[in-house]
């Protein structure tokens, strides 16, 4: 008869990392890649990159607002 070891289950009121711990990084690479996908083709869509900076800084801010609840 085979035989299992026991295995360790941390409950959930000790885990090692706040979901936000292990998610940040995540989030972050997300959000680099984005960023960059998005100047990349409005800048090949012609605009000038100081422009498609602005233009995203803008829609990161009403997105940010709407999260809030709040409008300009």
Same mark, same amino acid.
């Given at each position: 008869? &085979?035989?299992?070891?026991?295995?360790? /289950?941390?409950?959930?009121?000790?885990? /090692?990392?706040?979901?936000?711990?292990?998610?940040?990084?995540?989030? +972050?690479?997300?959000?680099?890649?984005? +960023? =960059?996908?998005?100047?990349?083709? $409005?800048? +090949?869509?012609?605009? &000038?990159?100081? +422009? $498609?900076?602005?233009?995203? $800084?803008?829609?990161?801010?009403?997105?940010?607002? =709407?999260?809030?609840?709040?409008?300009?």
């Amino acid at each position: 008869m &085979p035989t299992f070891a026991a295995t360790q /289950v941390t409950p959930p009121d000790e885990h /090692v990392v706040t979901a936000r711990e292990a998610l940040e990084p995540l989030y +972050e690479k997300l959000e680099m890649q984005t +960023e =960059s996908t998005l100047l990349a083709a $409005a800048v +090949e869509a012609g605009w &000038p990159p100081e +422009e $498609a900076t602005k233009a995203l $800084a803008t829609l990161r801010l009403y997105d940010a607002l =709407s999260t809030l609840g709040r409008t300009i």
